[in-house]
T-cell receptor, first 115, second 114 residues
Framework: EAGVAQSPRYKIIEKRQSVAFWCNPI?????LYWYQQILGQGPKLLIQ????????DSQLPKDRFSAERLKGVDSTLKIQPAKLEDSAVYLC?????????????FGSGTQLSVL | GQSLEQPSEVTAVEGAIVQINCTYQ??????LSWYQQHDGGAPTFLSY????GLEETGRFSSFLSRSDSYGYLLLQELQMKDSASYFC???????????????FGQGTTLQVKP
């Protein structure tokens, strides 16, 4: 079974530039998550999709971050413009239906450095 | 709001037993999960407890006490490859639906020494 695919693996940009990350979840997984993980901290949920609808985006900085999940499969996360504090690993994860006892499957993440 | 607390670092020697505690505060509660993350790697699922008690999976066990809002991960017969960060996570309720966001603690870095 193929895992969660993310690209790119690494990205270096200057502040105020824009960047986009792509995620392809495990086939059949209805729930998709984007997490931000700053070095030395736990993953912080940015947005959670159930199919192509948003379940939670309460911690997404909507003035600069946006995410979409067209057709309930692939998803993209965009940052525009980037700030220094956005340097982090952006993890995409998926699960079957986002219910209580499900485990999340994580991709390898995109390591973003904002200079 | 939701919060989870766990120790930042734990050190143990090969072959030993180590316990990583987690206390949580959430508006709703489905269960407590544990994830392992090696340096530079992705978090991987270890265990899930929805009911009080101990769940055992090989060398790893996880415990939950809902009345105390407390759980722990127990690692036995430690091996060098167990050196990693361990995160507890809780899924809160989202309204009346069966979905909820999964919130992670700050993580406990386990260093296993020879």
């Amino acid at each position: 079974e193929a895992g969660v695919a993310q690209s790119p693996r690494y990205k270096i940009i200057e502040k105020r530039q824009s960047v986009a990350f792509w995620c392809n979840p495990i086939s059949g997984h209805a729930t998709l998550y984007w997490y931000q993980q700053i070095l030395g901290q736990g993953p912080k949920l940015l947005i959670q999709f159930q199919n192509n609808g948003v379940v939670d985006d309460s911690q997404l900085p909507k003035d600069r971050f946006s995410a979409e999940r067209l057709k309930g499969v692939d998803s993209t996360l965009k940052i525009q413009p980037a700030k220094l504090e956005d340097s982090a690993v952006y993890l995409c994860a998926s699960s079957l239906a986002g219910s209580g006892n499900e485990k999340l499957f994580f991709g390898s993440g995109t390591q973003l450095s904002v200079l | 709001g939701q919060s989870l607390e766990q120790p930042s670092e734990v050190t143990a020697v090969e072959g030993a037993i180590v316990q990583i505690n987690c206390t949580y505060q959430t508006s709703g509660f489905y269960g407590l999960s544990w994830y392992q993350q090696h340096d530079g790697g992705a978090p991987t699922f270890l265990s899930y407890n929805a009911l009080d008690g101990l769940e055992e999976t090989g060398r790893f066990s996880s415990f939950l006490s809902r009345s105390d809002s407390y759980g722990y991960l127990l690692l036995q017969e430690l091996q060098m490859k167990d050196s990693a960060s361990y995160f507890c996570a809780v899924r809160d309720r989202h309204g009346s639906s069966n979905t909820g966001k999964l919130i992670f603690g700050q993580g406990t870095t386990l260093q296993v020494k020879p």
